[in-house]
């Protein structure tokens, strides 16, 4: 593979605390590297491109680090590292697999790693940041509905058979965009399509806590009033919703729909549409330099201070927090 993101240097060091204040700047202080023993000296560089949902880096270095979440909480972040040359031992919680060309790691919100580098070859490898709220919207995309709890992939990520290569031929194509000189592979539209289709790849090729749910297809067996429900609640988020209203469009009772909820869902219609506008408002102060109370308002919170609360309940962090990260 010809060096990624060649016209994205950040550092390029015999001083490896260069390379760990490039990374934590890179993807946009979401996480804390620290070296696990001693400085090693050598060759340490680092090229990369962040975005407000994703940050993409090509790093050479021998050092051994501790990859964990800033402030030691969940920011909202899946990374995935897959080798270039050379290999590395990384750990997980409990658990270990060894890094390279044919095995890569995801790492889930919330989850701490250790990266060793192995002697022999140089050590190089590509680290991809994907947001959360990212990885709800096209799960989303694939079933009609969000998550009802956090997408947990498995660690280890087999790039050798022909699922894991999806993942590893899409990421390369988008590192081939970032690196193409042409205005037409520059913007930003086309750069997300590809991340879109690299993250739905990733749901589709690694095992996770919901991959059952892919199994069985967009919808299968969904009621038709709950697919209605599903309609309504899309279509009017930015809006004041009761039970009772989505129930009317439902053509049901509100206990019948809670039921329906529940034992397909796994949760209530309210709670649904909560979750549902907070990963909107995520992605809207993401995305623009608005403040956070309009974004809020704009998509029909009108208790900032509850809003605020049920934001960091899911999130791990405030409004601002996200808004700082602009």
Known sequence: MPTPLRNHLITRSQNPVDLLNAATCLFGGSIAASPLDELRGGRHELRGVAAHDFAVGYFVSPLDVRVAPAGGGNHGSYFVNIGVSGAISALRGGLRVTLDQATGGVANPGDTQELRPLPGRRTRFLGLRIDA????????????????????????LDVANSKGQAVRLLLCSLLELLDSQDPLFQRVELQRSQLRCLVTALLLAQPHSH??????GPQLGLPRSLRAALAFIEANIAERISLGDIADAAGCSPRTLSSAFRS???????????????????E??????????????????????????EYRARFAELPSDTAARR
């Open 211 to 216: 991959t059952g749910e892919l199994r069985d």
């Open 284 to 309: 809207d102060i993401l995305a623009s330099t608005d403040p956070v109370g309009t974004i809020a308002y704009r998509w029909g919170v009108w208790h900032l201070g509850r809003f605020a609360g």
């Open 264 to 282: 397909r869902l796994g949760l209530s219609p309210m709670s649904y549409v909560r979750n549902l506008r907070l990963d909107r408002i995520r």
């Open 133 to 156: 709220a990212l990885v709800h919207q096209e799960f989303a995309a694939l079933t009609g509905h969000l998550p009802v709890s956090a997408v947990r992939f498995d660690f280890a």
